[in-house]
């Protein structure tokens, strides 16, 4: 079975800084991965995702992601980081077409500091 | 938050009561999901259902019963049965299209059993 994992819990980074939340996973065969974010005592908002093509995926509020295959990652990326930012970060896997079983990390809470 | 509604927000129980928490989608998804939220665990499945009529048990289905009678709606009924049911629970719905695949979840319900 598939599972991911999330080896931050916390990640504090300044304001204008960039940020990386760190994502790894196993899966048999071909990976559908997703970014999710969360905000308190709200639903999961989805951000980005990597199922084929470019490697490098562009999300919602500048969030972007990395798929390196060799290293079983799918780090989430801001080139600069906002206090408004800060919120819980989610990172799932699926293994592949028509398959209802996604797993997620058990999440990284990011703090943006002014 | 998408075309996901759960109702209530927040929700108080006694303890070996039943409670049913209501998830509705206008998203025209084939696919409904109940997820359970504990702090540093993630999101766990608790049942899921791929069209009306069926549902398949996720990793943590003792203590939780579900139908899906209608397209829109994937009520979740806690059971006097579950041994710690108070959590954050979340409901969402995905669509498979070709190589495209979305899960858009709801606000979420806070359960809090004493």
């Known amino acids: 079975a598939q599972s991911v994992a999330q080896p931050e819990d916390q990640v504090n980074v300044a304001e204008g800084n960039p940020l990386t939340v760190k994502c790894t996973y196993s899966v048999s065969g071909n990976p559908y991965l997703f970014w999710y974010v969360q905000y308190p005592n709200r639903g999961l908002q989805f951000l980005l995702k990597y199922i084929t093509g470019d490697n490098l995926v562009k999300g919602s509020y500048g969030f972007e992601a990395e798929f390196n295959k060799s290293q079983t990652s799918f780090h989430l990326k801001k080139p600069s980081a906002l206090v408004s930012d800060s919120a819980l970060y989610f990172c799932?896997?699926?293994?592949?077409?028509?398959?209802?079983?996604?797993?997620f990390g058990a999440g990284t809470r990011l703090t943006v500091k002014p | 938050d998408g075309g996901i509604t759960q109702s209530p927000k927040y929700l108080f129980r006694k303890e070996g009561q039943n409670v049913t928490l209501s998830c509705e989608q206008n998203l025209n998804h084939d696919a409904m999901y109940w997820y359970r939220q504990d702090p540093g665990q993630g999101l766990r499945l608790i049942y899921y259902?791929?069209?009306?009529?069926?549902?398949q048990k996720g990793d943590i289905a003792e203590g939780y019963s579900v139908s899906r009678e209608k397209k829109e709606s994937f009520p979740l009924t806690v059971t006097s049965a579950q041994k710690n049911p108070t959590a954050f629970y979340l409901c969402?719905?995905?669509?498979?299209?070709?190589?495209?695949?979305?899960?858009?979840f709801g606000p979420g319900t806070r359960l809090t059993v004493t």
């Open positions: 799932a896997v699926r293994a592949g077409y028509n398959n209802n079983d996604m797993r």
């Open positions: 969402a719905s995905s669509i498979e299209r070709g190589l495209t695949y979305e899960q858009y």
């Open positions: 259902s791929q069209i009306v009529n069926d549902f």
